[in-house]
């Protein structure tokens, strides 16, 4: 596979997740298709013909997996930076806050957690490895055995559920209060 096919290959993946809006608008599309092409870069020398795909579906589905790799680190880094900005803004518990946004903190993270509470084991463990052991989809496929894409998918399905029951919790206050 030659270096100019490895660039078109990139970023004709970089687009097609892009269409499919799993590239969020704070990652810039340049450092993702960068990220994808050292990707396969280090893919190809590691590819096997005798596995019957071709360099380029072999190089394809690395770089397609890089995807969420770099996307979940540019995600980290801009979490991060928000929660420095919010220190630095002093509205993160154990700065100085007012009771009333002290009690409005703790009551959102009382709803979060007994929302991950209701969530499916699987899911809440997919959460856990993600967020508090700062674990990649890769490296959590590779812990339960399952595909980097099938977690991909559980991580999905339970934001989505969590989204869903806090949702509902809201409308269900609004419409009693």
């Given at each position: ?60 589905a690395r770089m397609s997996g890089a995807v969420a790799d770099e996307v979940d680190r540019h995600m980290r880094l801009h979490l991060d930076a928000s929660v420095e900005e919010m220190e630095e803004a002093h509205v993160l518990p154990g700065h ?82």
């Amino acid at each position: 596979m030659h270096p100019e096919e490895m660039v078109v290959l990139a970023r004709r993946i970089v687009n097609h997740e892009n269409r499919r809006g799993r590239i969020p608008a704070v990652v810039l599309l340049e450092d993702v298709q960068q990220a994808i092409l050292l990707a396969g870069l280090r893919a190809l020398p590691r590819h096997d013909p005798a596995s019957g795909a071709s360099a380029k579906t072999y190089v394809g589905a690395r770089m397609s997996g890089a995807v969420a790799d770099e996307v979940d680190r540019h995600m980290r880094l801009h979490l991060d930076a928000s929660v420095e900005e919010m220190e630095e803004a002093h509205v993160l518990p154990g700065h100085t806050e007012t009771p009333d946004k002290i009690a409005i903190h703790y009551e959102r993270a009382t709803k979060l957690n007994r929302a991950i509470d209701r969530l499916p084991e699987r899911w809440r463990h997919v959460l856990e490895l993600y967020y508090r052991d700062d674990m990649f989809f890769r490296e959590i496929g590779e812990r339960l055995g399952v595909t980097e894409a099938r977690v991909c998918q559980m991580h999905k399905d339970a934001v989505n559920r969590l989204k869903e029951q806090l949702r509902e919790e809201r409308r269900y206050v609004s419409s009693v209060g």
